[in-house]
């Protein structure tokens, strides 16, 4: 089964659109989205109805959850904030209704887990640069391929168990998990932070066992716009040509 993976959306209909047309030239088996369907972005409502709609299964991601529970919001930084802030006030209660409802974690085969931070302590929001935690998720995981999101950034793990290493691959183009553990974190479609501004997602081969990165050009011009033209914090819409 071909499954493509997307996460961190945040609010960017004009990334999700490509992505989403991206995804109807790839035709892969199925669609799972790893969080963050809002914050940041300009148009929340249109890209959790997007998400509704084409029925993906999808995770609680923490800006998510900020909207749930605002006691979520304290750990951000104030841009962040503010943009959760004024997604909560214009976002209808089935929007709502449905974030609150998404599970952390989600199982794609039985030995391929997906979550949007580090799946050992999904609902504390571990980072996938923090080398120490990816060893801890590897140690108390038993699923051999780790799918996740949260950083913005494309890049994988591998860990060798027979010489207790762990490697680092920085914006893969395909990954081969034919033998070892892995973990893909498969980047973000609306608020891309590896310096390439283009929205990102992964399909997963679970016969050839592989991972695919596909990056996909979008309006970034009319998102910035809209978050200029919402009151947002402009360096949120900078951001989004930098690609950081």
Not at 177 to 194: A, C, F, K, T
Request: overall charge negative; proline content about 5%.
């Amino acid at each position: 089964m071909r499954t493509a993976i997307i996460s961190d959306i945040h609010a960017n209909l004009e990334a999700l659109e490509a992505v989403r047309a991206k995804l109807c030239d790839l035709k892969p088996d199925r669609v799972i989205c790893l969080g963050d369907v809002v914050g940041y972005g300009a148009d929340p409502e249109e890209c959790v109805r997007i998400v509704m709609d084409e029925g993906w299964p999808t995770l609680l991601g923490n800006h998510d959850a900020a909207i749930i529970d605002p006691d979520e919001m304290a750990p951000m930084n104030p841009m962040a904030r503010a943009a959760l802030e004024w997604t909560a006030s214009i976002l209808s209660e089935k929007s709502k209704k449905f974030l609150a409802s998404l599970p952390y974690t989600a199982s794609l085969t039985p030995r391929a887990i997906a979550s949007h931070a580090l799946p050992h302590k999904p609902d504390a929001w571990l980072y996938s640069d923090d080398a120490y935690a990816v060893v801890a998720s590897f140690t108390n995981m038993s699923e051999d391929i780790l799918f996740v999101g949260h950083l913005h950034f494309a890049h994988a793990y591998k860990l060798v168990a027979d010489e207790g290493k762990l490697f680092l691959m920085q914006t893969p183009e395909c990954v081969d998990m034919i033998s070892d553990r892995h973990l893909i974190n498969v980047g973000s479609v609306g608020q891309p932070r590896d310096e390439d501004h283009r929205a990102c997602l992964v399909v997963f081969d679970d016969v050839s066992r592989n991972a695919i990165y596909h990056r996909v050009q979008y309006d970034t011009a009319k998102a910035a716009k809209k978050i200029v033209d919402a009151g947002l914090p402009e360096a949120l819409a900078q951001r989004l040509f930098l690609g950081r």
